[in-house]
């Protein structure tokens, strides 16, 4: 059975900085991996996926996220953070195969990302 | 640009009335989901269906049905609504193998 952890209810960090939200998953073979964003009473947007290659891979808004496989992690970062950024972030591992059940997602639990002036 | 349209955005409900959630994906795609978000917990998957008149149970099926009889529309049936039901419904379509895109969720209230 595949899962996700994603530790950290709640991030804040202050507009300008870095900031980082964690996942990490389990699943056995190699894994789809993504992040979707969520604003208040909204739908979630995709954000970006790792497939396979670069293990950087980039996304909407100037997100990106780092895939390793040693830790199976896939932190997503974004070098400076704006108060739009302000959001929940949902973190979902999907097996590779494409077709019926394969396409099942697996989401974390969610982190609520706040940046403050 | 792919959308995913749902029939509501807020419903009120009593104990015990069937409930319709429906949604809409005007992109072709193969497969549709229906999946429940509650603080703490993420999402979950309730039912899912890869092709017209397909369905499977996904991790929360209980109390819930689903109906996909136009590839695309897929109904999620509340047959009973319960107070425990109450929750943010999400909708999901995507052609197999590629990303998962959602519609802008029903918040559902049972009272």
């Known amino acids: 059975a595949q899962s996700v952890a994603q530790p950290e209810d709640q991030v804040n960090v202050a507009e300008g900085n870095p900031l980082t939200v964690k996942c990490t998953y389990s699943?056995?073979?190699?894994?789809?991996l993504f992040w979707y964003v969520q604003y208040p009473n909204r739908g979630l947007q995709f954000l970006l996926k790792?497939?396979?290659?670069d293990n950087l891979v980039k996304g909407s808004y100037g997100f990106e996220a780092e895939f390793n496989k040693s830790q199976t992690s896939f932190h997503l970062k974004k070098p400076s953070a704006l108060v739009s950024d302000s959001a929940l972030y949902f973190c979902a591992v999907r097996p590779r195969e494409s077709w019926g059940g394969g396409n099942k997602l697996t989401f974390g639990t969610g982190t609520q990302l706040k940046v403050e002036l | 640009d792919v959308k995913v349209t749902q029939s509501s955005r807020y419903l009120v409900k009593r104990t015990g009335e069937k409930v319709f959630l429906e949604c809409v994906q005007d992109?072709?795609?193969?497969?549709m989901f229906w999946y429940r978000q509650d603080p703490g917990l993420g999402l979950r998957l309730i039912y899912f269906s890869y092709d017209v008149k397909m369905k499977e149970k996904g991790d929360i099926p209980e109390g819930y049905s689903v109906s996909r009889e136009k590839k695309e529309r897929f109904s999620l049936i509340l047959e009973s609504a319960s107070t425990n039901q109450t929750s943010m419904y999400l909708c999901a379509s995507n052609p197999s193998g590629e990303t998962q895109y959602f519609g802008p969720g029903t918040r559902l209230l049972v009272l």
């Open positions: 790792y497939i396979t290659g």
């Open positions: 699943v056995s073979g190699n894994p789809y």
């Open positions: 992109m072709d795609h193969e497969n």
